[in-house]
């Protein structure tokens, strides 16, 4: 069973060129969820790369956050169609995470505590675009946005950025997430307003 949860509180006029098309800019951040917010303990969360069932790279909490990180500035976009400009993040760049990692693999299966899962191009998490962030505005990532640590990635609707993150599965083929699974775009680009299947 679905169950969502909404946190909107108004539509403002879309006056800003730097919202994508049928989107509007909010202040606030609300909150849709597939499912209740899964409860994770720093000290058990880990964090993989997987080829299949292969865990390429694994880290704990402390591991993780001990990687280099960057401070991250980016506007998002829900498919709900809200807007934020300039949200302020801090994590590690995906580039940092698979440099090591040889891979023929073109799709990146996103999966999250809680069973969450969203299929992106592995392209799409290279050169500078996209992070898993565990900070927002300077603190703790709250759980209910994602906390301990989400994907981000901006460029892409927010439901491509999986909250509560748990590896990342580089695979061949282009199998649908969750949201994919129930007549969402299999990219998601805000631009082209690629909402649902055939947009």
Sequence with gaps: MVHVTRGFTGRHPATDDRLPPGQYLTDDFPVLSAGPTPAIRRDEWTFSIRDGDQALRSWTWDEFTALPAED???DIHCVTR???LDT???GVAIDDLLADVDTAAEYVLARSYGGYTTNLPLEDLL???????YEHDGDDLPAEHGGPA??????L???KSA???KSLDLVDDDDPGFWESLGYHDYGDPWREQRYQGD
């Design 72 to 74: 991250i500035t980016v």
């Design 82 to 84: 809200w807007s934020r």
């Design 88 to 90: 302020a993040w801090r």
């Design 127 to 133: 050169d500078g675009k996209a992070w898993i962030a």
């Design 150 to 155: 989400r994907l981000l990635v901006p460029h």
């Design 157 to 159: 609707y927010l439901w």
């Design 163 to 165: 909250k509560w993150i």
